[in-house]
């Protein structure tokens, strides 16, 4: 059991898919559902309930569902993925827009659908710069 507080810390990376895997066609499947955790206001994801940990994402995409799902699209099409699959969907798919990095976390491998959220510069995947130069 961890101490009340301590996070393990995770290793985020950019890797290459797996031979054989089409990530344009894992891509056309995925779908952002959203997270009450990472909100401050009614959203398509519901009514807020933010975490004390969570980082909060832009208002200005608490209604714009399209458009964050096409994010992650473009984030899976280019292979900004780490490497583990879950139900033959990338468990993270990160984007970066305006010189922010929005990470996508898997949350229902069977259907592909995904939360996320900004990330502190220093949270940064390496191997994204050479996706997103």
């Known amino acids: 059991m961890r101490a009340p507080g301590h996070k393990r810390r995770r290793y985020r990376r950019v890797v290459s898919p797996v031979a054989?895997?089409?990530?344009?066609e894992i891509a056309e499947r995925v779908s952002y559902v959203g997270s009450a955790e990472h909100k401050d206001m009614p959203s398509f994801a519901g009514q807020p309930r933010p975490r004390v940990d969570a980082s909060i994402c832009p208002r200005r995409l608490s209604r714009d569902?399209?458009?964050v799902t096409q994010w992650l699209k473009t984030a899976i099409r280019s292979?900004?993925?780490g490497e583990e699959l879950q139900g033959g969907f990338p468990k993270y798919a990160w984007y970066k827009e305006e010189g922010v990095?929005?990470?996508?976390?898997l949350v229902n491998p069977g259907l592909g659908e995904y939360k996320g959220f900004p990330l502190n510069a220093t949270?940064?995947?390496d191997g994204?710069?050479?996706i997103y130069e």
């Open 128 to 130: 994204l710069d050479s």
């Open 20 to 24: 054989g895997v089409d990530l344009s």
């Open 65 to 67: 569902q399209e458009r």
């Open 79 to 81: 292979g900004a993925t």
């Open 123 to 125: 949270e940064w995947p």
């Open 101 to 105: 990095v929005y990470e996508a976390r």
